[in-house]
């Protein structure tokens, strides 16, 4: 079993930026995708950002593309998410997840999940 625990939310004034850790445990492998998703209350759980395990290609949602990075330091077992110039639309619980297969921007390729992280964007 893979632990995966966020880590860096918290409150932030609009434009302002906010750098979340995702830091894994357990049988962890370098092999594994990496995703953050976030979902807002009484909302879907929606994709923000993937990394492919082989190269570190990136993928991200349309929302957050240009303003987010997505990385990852294999020995740390740490996967990264830098946000900036944060709007008050951010503002939702952030995943990161671990995919066995490929970096993709579908829930149901991820096969671990952490608990989710706050981050509050004020206007």
């Known amino acids: 079993q893979v632990q995966l625990v966020e880590s860096g939310g918290g409150l932030v004034q609009a434009g302002g930026s906010l750098r979340l850790s995702c830091a894994a445990s357990g049988r962890t492998s370098s092999s594994y995708a990496m995703g953050w998703f976030r979902q807002a209350p009484g909302k879907e759980r929606e994709f923000v950002a993937a990394i492919s395990w082989d190269i570190g290609s990136t993928y991200y949602a349309d929302s957050v593309k240009g303003r987010f990075t997505i990385s990852r330091d294999n020995a740390k077992k740490t996967v990264y998410l830098q946000m900036n110039s944060l709007n008050p639309g951010d503002t939702a619980v952030y995943y990161c997840?671990?995919?066995?297969?490929?970096?993709?921007?579908?829930?149901?390729?991820?096969?671990?999940w952490g608990q989710g992280t706050q981050v509050t964007v004020s206007s």
């Open positions: 997840a671990a995919s066995r297969a490929r970096a993709t921007a579908f829930r149901i390729d991820y096969d671990f």
